[in-house]
């Protein structure tokens, strides 16, 4: 008696014809076979993993596709109706057709939604080779089956057990029989037809509800309990009637001991059919939580657009002279971090948002040196000179394409230690994904609208359903460095979420919470492509949102407004030189919509240090002030002048000159000087033990405004040192898996998988084989001979060959030339036409008719 080979996943006879197209394939490798060139290009860009390296014919493919790391892999990305017509198959019979697919996710009453939506899945499924065959025999390939079918380690997402016929795969025949017998069947002469009478007593929806009709309530109240799942209890050595009453009649089947199942017909049966409590067939509305004119949006997001410029200025000028140190670990400390906020008058996870943004845009980086830290690099030089809306674009690219995650700083790693800002492990690799879609789903909103973050959050979880109870996860977290992150993946991609909303708003590519016009422009024109833009399509996506950002945003001033409280009132944003020449003339009082300055003795002289004269400052502020210099000021600035450079302080260790005597003298009489140790020199000089910097600062501390001189008495003009890193990039995001292929990629990929295949399934003449099939070894002058009358015939040949690595291949060659130990032939395996020495050629046949 003839027995059906068995399908596979990978070939198991791959060296034989393919089957006929009227034939059902026989494997994964024989679907493969079957599919078009594009269609394997589409599996090769949805399971870019496949290609790492290329296969080398379709059953390498196939074995490959159905590896537990990759089907896993394929299985996350999946959107939760295919994960749930996956989670079908694996309870379903193998093979089964599409109307029992339909039927346990429709259940007995239907669902037209089901039915509109199952099309579309089983192709994405087809598409990915996580499923094979046609509708009348669709297969689950073997390791998703595994991952997903029903298991006391692991129960099924569906919450279905295993079926009657493997709960009683130990049982003996004759509690077999008895249990047929307690469910009113009659017995049979073996235990695989009784098995067989009460898995259709199961499947009968008539015989089995007059078989309930007879239970206890109690015992219905127990199935109730299990339904559902999960389907496992624990019963003791002596149930309970009610318990006893189910498991005569098989309802509760046993599966170790004091455990027992509720068997997956029976479940399904009180199920009403569906495999699923609630079938999720089509993606959760985003609704909107309000609505704005677009006019007022883009208005809101412009002013924060501005304010997040300048918030990265204002750190990088604090920062301009050498910013804090760089952790031994790497990052910021926590007191370091503080003190960011305090400057930016914002709080701590803000302050570490801004760091870690302008650190991804490349505007920060550490210096290199011994004692190392943070300070600007050159490129922030360059990012100074661009126009408003250019550097608006430069860091929200970089924060959209950014996988370190300002969010998780200040929590904990997987070795409980903090994460810092700018340290290790904050790289996440699924934030730009996530970024990217939380966008194109707030462009997918009218506009003016700012969405409902719980309906935003429902519609994310959809498409990408969390690794939970029952569902594969891959072990190990993403992220190597950070235990932590395999913790909970899926809560990472919803905070992530929430931040991205946030630090969209942050950014001004939202404002009020609904997407901005510019911040859509940044969006590429398909929003399945996000993550295949190359550069130079983000280049010309942020172009086009700073030609939409520029008219929103306010043209600088050359003015500001000068008032009688010995303040400026700056009514917005300064030009660049006015706004770095006041910041020296003055103190930053307030900031906002205007920003006010304010004239203090110590602001003066700081201007006077940087080698102003009173005369300068007077003209200056003529120049740039729409209201008349106020005579306070006037006079705050004569007075400060008068006094600054009187006294001179030099370097012995210290030393103070002033061709006052009596000043002098009170210097040396004010007890506040005690600490800075003068003495006399000279009538007109004073020395101190002290340094000069610290002389300086003393004396100025009683009230005096000493001046620094060089060695040859000449002042020395003090200017803000701009303190720059040597040259850095910005730091590369962290990939996600494998880069996803190119279009030049794929097409190489598909020819070189097309010519392996046609080697390895080409017919050849019939010749002694190996026990394990395999092309048997030839002498040297067998393979000569063979080559030759190939030459003169012009036929291919079969050939197995090892390369200079040790690596060996099937090849089919068409040789052209022998000669010198070589033979030159065109590979059709490789598409083109190469030299191969005869002493690495293995064994060599002669291909059939």
Same mark, same amino acid.
């Given at each position: 008696?003839?027995?059906?080979?068995?399908?596979?996943?990978?070939? &198991?006879?791959?060296?034989?014809?393919?089957?006929?197209?009227?034939?059902?394939?026989?494997?994964?490798?024989?679907?493969?076979?079957?599919?078009?060139?594009?269609?394997?290009?589409?599996?090769?860009?949805?399971?870019?993993?496949?290609?790492?390296?290329?296969?080398?014919?379709?059953?390498?493919?196939?074995?490959?596709?159905?590896?537990?790391?990759?089907?896993?892999?394929? %299985?996350?990305?999946?959107?939760?109706?295919?994960?749930?017509?996956?989670?079908?198959?694996?309870?379903?019979?193998?093979?089964?057709?599409?109307?029992?697919?339909?039927?346990?996710?429709?259940?007995?009453?239907?669902?037209? @939604?089901?039915?509109?939506?199952?099309?579309?899945? %089983?192709?994405?499924?087809?598409?990915?080779?996580?499923?094979?065959?046609?509708?009348?025999?669709?297969?689950?390939?073997?390791?998703?089956?595994?991952?997903?079918?029903?298991?006391?380690?692991?129960?099924?997402?569906?919450?279905?057990?295993?079926?009657?016929?493997?709960?009683?795969?130990?049982?003996?025949?004759?509690?077999?029989?008895?249990?047929?017998?307690?469910?009113?069947?009659?017995?049979?002469?073996?235990?695989?037809?009784?098995?067989?009478?009460?898995?259709?007593?199961?499947?009968?929806?008539?015989?089995?509800?007059?078989?309930?009709?007879?239970?206890?309530?109690?015992?219905?109240?127990?199935?109730?309990?299990?339904?559902?799942?999960?389907?496992?209890?624990?019963?003791?050595? /002596?149930?309970?009637?009610?318990?006893?009453?189910?498991?005569?009649?098989?309802?509760?089947?046993?599966?170790?001991?004091?455990?027992?199942?509720?068997?997956?017909?029976?479940?399904?049966?009180?199920?009403?059919?569906?495999?699923?409590?609630?079938?999720?067939?089509?993606?959760?509305?985003?609704?909107?939580?309000?609505?704005?004119?677009?006019?007022?949006? /883009?208005?809101?997001?412009?002013?924060?657009?501005?304010?997040?410029?300048?918030?990265?200025?204002?750190?990088?000028?604090?920062?301009?002279?050498? $910013?804090?140190?760089?952790?031994?670990?790497?990052?910021? &400390?926590?007191?370091? %971090?503080?003190?960011?906020?305090?400057?930016?008058?914002?709080?701590?996870?803000?302050?570490?948002?801004?760091?870690?943004?302008?650190?991804?845009?490349?505007?920060?980086?550490?210096?290199?040196?011994?004692?190392?830290?943070?300070?600007?690099?050159?490129?922030?030089?360059?990012?100074?000179?661009?126009?408003?809306?250019?550097?608006?674009?430069?860091?929200?690219?970089?924060?959209?394409?950014?996988?370190?995650?300002?969010?998780?700083?200040?929590?904990? /790693?997987?070795?409980?230690?903090?994460?810092?800002?700018?340290?290790?492990?904050?790289?996440?690799?699924?934030?730009?994904?996530?970024?990217?879609?939380?966008?194109?789903?707030?462009?997918?909103?009218?506009?003016?609208?700012?969405?409902?973050?719980?309906?935003?959050?429902?519609?994310?979880?959809?498409?990408?359903?969390?690794?939970?109870?029952?569902?594969?996860?891959?072990?190990?977290?993403?992220?190597?460095?950070?235990?932590?992150?395999?913790?909970?993946?899926?809560?990472?991609?919803?905070?992530?979420?929430?931040?991205?909303?946030?630090?969209?708003?942050?950014?001004?590519?939202?404002?009020?919470?609904?997407?901005?016009?510019?911040?859509?422009?940044?969006?590429?024109?398909?929003?399945?492509?996000?993550?295949?833009? &190359?550069?130079?399509?983000?280049?010309?996506?942020?172009?086009?949102?700073?030609?939409?950002?520029?008219?929103?945003?306010?043209?600088? %001033?050359?003015?500001?407004?000068?008032?009688?409280?010995?303040?400026?009132?700056?009514?917005?944003?300064?030009?660049?030189?006015?706004?770095?020449?006041?910041?020296?003339?003055?103190?930053?009082?307030?900031?906002?919509?205007?920003?006010?300055?304010?004239?203090?003795?110590?602001?003066?002289?700081?201007?006077?240090?940087?080698?102003?004269?009173?005369?300068?400052?007077?003209?200056?502020?003529?120049?740039?002030?729409?209201?008349?210099?106020?005579?306070?000021?006037?006079?705050?600035?004569?007075?400060?002048?008068?006094?600054?450079?009187?006294?001179?302080?030099?370097?012995?260790?210290?030393?103070?000159?002033?061709?006052?005597? @009596?000043?002098?003298?009170?210097?040396?009489?004010?007890?506040?000087?005690?600490?800075?140790?003068?003495?006399?020199?000279?009538?007109?000089?004073?020395?101190?033990?002290?340094?000069?910097?610290?002389?300086?600062?003393?004396?100025?501390?009683?009230?005096?405004?000493?001046?620094?001189?060089?060695?040859?008495?000449?002042?020395?003009?003090?200017?803000?040192?701009?303190?720059?890193?040597?040259?850095?990039?910005?730091?590369?995001?962290?990939?996600?898996?494998?880069?996803?292929?190119?279009?030049?990629?794929?097409?190489?990929?598909?020819?070189?998988?097309?010519?392996?295949?046609?080697?390895?399934?080409?017919?050849?003449?019939?010749?002694?084989?190996?026990?394990?099939?395999?092309?048997?070894?030839?002498?040297?002058?067998?393979?000569?001979?063979?080559?030759?009358?190939?030459?003169?015939?012009?036929?291919?040949?079969?050939?197995?060959?090892?390369?200079?690595?040790?690596?060996?291949?099937?090849?089919?060659?068409?040789?052209?030339?022998?000669?010198?130990?070589?033979?030159?032939?065109?590979?059709?395996?490789? /598409?083109?036409?190469?030299?191969?020495?005869?002493?690495?050629?293995? $064994?060599?046949?002669?291909?059939?008719?």
């Amino acid at each position: 008696m003839s027995t059906q080979p068995q399908p596979t996943d990978s070939a &198991s006879a791959s060296a034989t014809a393919p089957p006929r197209a009227a034939d059902p394939p026989r494997s994964l490798a024989e679907a493969l076979r079957s599919r078009s060139d594009g269609e394997l290009a589409g599996l090769l860009r949805a399971r870019p993993d496949l290609l790492g390296p290329v296969p080398g014919d379709l059953t390498q493919l196939a074995t490959r596709a159905g590896t537990r790391a990759s089907v896993v892999r394929a %299985l996350e990305r999946l959107d939760r109706f295919a994960q749930q017509v996956a989670e079908v198959l694996a309870v379903a019979p193998d093979p089964a057709s599409y109307e029992e697919v339909r039927a346990l996710l429709a259940g007995d009453d239907g669902d037209a @939604a089901v039915e509109e939506a199952l099309p579309r899945a %089983l192709a994405t499924l087809h598409e990915q080779a996580l499923v094979w065959g046609p509708d009348d025999r669709l297969r689950l390939v073997r390791t998703a089956r595994e991952l997903l079918a029903p298991a006391p380690q692991h129960p099924s997402p569906t919450g279905l057990g295993p079926t009657v016929a493997e709960a009683t795969a130990g049982m003996s025949p004759t509690r077999v029989q008895d249990i047929v017998a307690a469910a009113g069947l009659p017995t049979t002469h073996d235990p695989v037809s009784a098995v067989a009478s009460l898995t259709a007593l199961f499947t009968d929806r008539a015989r089995m509800s007059a078989l309930l009709d007879e239970a206890p309530a109690e015992s219905v109240e127990v199935l109730s309990r299990l339904v559902w799942g999960p389907p496992y209890g624990q019963v003791t050595a /002596d149930p309970a009637r009610h318990l006893r009453w189910l498991l005569d009649r098989g309802l509760l089947l046993p599966t170790a001991p004091g455990t027992v199942v509720l068997p997956r017909e029976a479940a399904l049966h009180l199920r009403a059919g569906r495999a699923h409590r609630t079938p999720e067939p089509t993606p959760p509305p985003v609704v909107a939580a309000r609505e704005h004119r677009p006019q007022v949006v /883009d208005a809101t997001a412009a002013g924060q657009a501005y304010t997040a410029l300048a918030t990265v200025e204002e750190l990088l000028k604090d920062w301009d002279e050498g $910013g804090p140190a760089v952790l031994r670990a790497g990052g910021l &400390s926590v007191r370091d %971090l503080k003190r960011t906020a305090v400057a930016l008058d914002a709080a701590e996870p803000l302050a570490a948002f801004w760091v870690e943004l302008a650190y991804a845009a490349g505007l920060l980086a550490s210096d290199g040196e011994a004692d190392e830290r943070y300070a600007a690099t050159p490129a922030y030089d360059d990012w100074q000179e661009l126009p408003a809306p250019r550097r608006w674009s430069v860091l929200a690219t970089a924060w959209l394409a950014a996988t370190r995650t300002a969010g998780l700083v200040g929590g904990r /790693d997987g070795k409980d230690r903090t994460l810092s800002a700018l340290g290790p492990h904050l790289d996440r690799s699924a934030a730009p994904e996530v970024r990217h879609r939380v966008l194109a789903l707030l462009a997918g909103l009218p506009e003016g609208a700012a969405p409902d973050p719980d309906a935003l959050g429902a519609r994310l979880r959809w498409e990408r359903p969390p690794a939970g109870r029952g569902r594969p996860s891959r072990e190990g977290p993403a992220n190597p460095a950070d235990p932590a992150e395999s913790a909970a993946p899926q809560d990472l991609r919803a905070r992530i979420a929430r931040w991205t909303l946030d630090e969209a708003e942050l950014l001004g590519i939202t404002g009020r919470g609904a997407l901005a016009t510019h911040g859509r422009a940044l969006l590429p024109q398909d929003p399945g492509a996000a993550q295949q833009e &190359s550069p130079a399509e983000r280049e010309v996506g942020a172009a086009r949102a700073a030609r939409l950002l520029a008219p929103l945003l306010p043209e600088p %001033l050359d003015h500001v407004l000068l008032q009688a409280d010995l303040t400026a009132v700056a009514p917005g944003p300064l030009e660049r030189p006015l706004g770095d020449a006041l910041a020296v003339l003055a103190d930053i009082e307030s900031k906002g919509g205007a920003t006010v300055y304010r004239f203090t003795p110590g602001s003066v002289r700081r201007a006077l240090d940087a080698g102003q004269s009173a005369s300068d400052l007077h003209a200056f502020l003529a120049a740039h002030s729409r209201t008349p210099v106020p005579q306070p000021l006037a006079y705050l600035i004569d007075d400060v002048a008068r006094r600054h450079g009187h006294l001179r302080i030099g370097a012995a260790a210290a030393y103070v000159r002033c061709d006052d005597e @009596a000043l002098l003298n009170e210097i040396l009489a004010d007890k506040r000087a005690q600490g800075l140790r003068l003495r006399r020199l000279a009538p007109t000089v004073l020395a101190a033990q002290a340094d000069p910097g610290t002389l300086l600062e003393g004396l100025r501390a009683m009230g005096f405004a000493p001046a620094a001189e060089s060695a040859e008495g000449d002042v020395l003009i003090t200017r803000a040192h701009a303190y720059r890193t040597p040259p850095r990039s910005a730091p590369e995001p962290v990939p996600d898996g494998p880069p996803l292929p190119g279009p030049t990629l794929v097409d190489a990929a598909v020819r070189a998988i097309r010519a392996g295949d046609l080697a390895s399934t080409a017919p050849r003449k019939e010749a002694p084989a190996t026990a394990d099939g395999r092309l048997p070894r030839t002498t040297a002058a067998e393979t000569l001979a063979t080559m030759q009358a190939a030459v003169l015939t012009g036929e291919a040949v079969w050939i197995g060959y090892v390369n200079a690595e040790g690596t060996a291949s099937q090849r089919v060659i068409a040789p052209v030339r022998v000669e010198g130990g070589f033979v030159t032939a065109y590979d059709h395996t490789a /598409d083109e036409v190469r030299t191969y020495p005869l002493h690495r050629v293995t $064994g060599v046949a002669e291909l059939a008719e």
